[in-house]
């Protein structure tokens, strides 16, 4: 949306349109914000959006993995959106719909806060989910549920520290 928008104002004061398109093919997001990156240990590829999360960026994110075409499934590891105050695990809860909905095939998620989205696609009952109350506890474990032509959307608030498992699912020290 954001490129978009940069992309019309530009054409608007009359940058020709061949500047522009080498402009947007080479913006590269910063780390955490929504890069893709391809595993160096297996035939998949990530998502790394975890930089930070509220209600809003995490279903933008959601619709963003959901228009990706992918070989394989398409997979979530959702760290808690952290300071959301008193509201924070109906707000978790609320993903439900925008992951059931939104063609994730396998959801992951990470952290006490989370654990309320997690029981809410459980009661729907349509994908598979798991849970962990720690994102570390994910260590050494996400990579044997990736199999090729899988990406998998990694996003959460930077209190979660889920670069840590960007870093192994990409094959990354």
């Known amino acids: ?5 940069v992309a019309a104002l530009c054409h608007h ?15 590269q997001p910063p780390a955490g914000r929504g890069a893709p990156l391809a595993s160096t240990i ?4 990530v998502i790394d959006d975890c930089y930070n999360a ?5 279903r933008a994110a959601l619709h963003n993995l959901a228009a990706k075409n992918a070989p394989g499934r398409k ?5 808690d959106m952290l300071e959301l105050g008193e509201t924070g695990p109906q707000l978790h809860a609320q993903l439900a719909d925008d992951i059931i909905n939104g063609g994730v095939d396998q959801l992951f998620t990470a952290g006490p806060l989370m654990a309320n989205l997690h029981q809410a696609v ?3 009952g349509s994908i598979p989910c798991h849970h962990q109350d720690d994102p570390a506890q ?13 990406i998998i959307l990694v996003k959460g608030s930077r209190g979660m520290r889920l670069e840590r498992l ?4 990409i094959g990354s020290s």
């Not at 997979?75 to 760290?79: H, I, K, N, R």
């Open 122 to 124: 459980l009661q729907r």
């Open 138 to 150: 994910w260590c050494g474990q996400l990579v044997h549920h990736l199999k090729e032509g899988d």
């Open 1 to 5: 949306t954001n490129a978009t928008a």
């Open 75 to 79: 997979l979530a590891l959702l760290g």
């Open 54 to 58: 509220n209600p809003g960026s995490m």
């Open 13 to 27: 004061l009359g940058v020709d349109a061949t500047i522009i398109q080498a402009g947007l093919n080479d913006f």
């Open 166 to 169: 960007v870093r192994e699912i």
């Open 42 to 45: 297996g035939a998949w590829q």
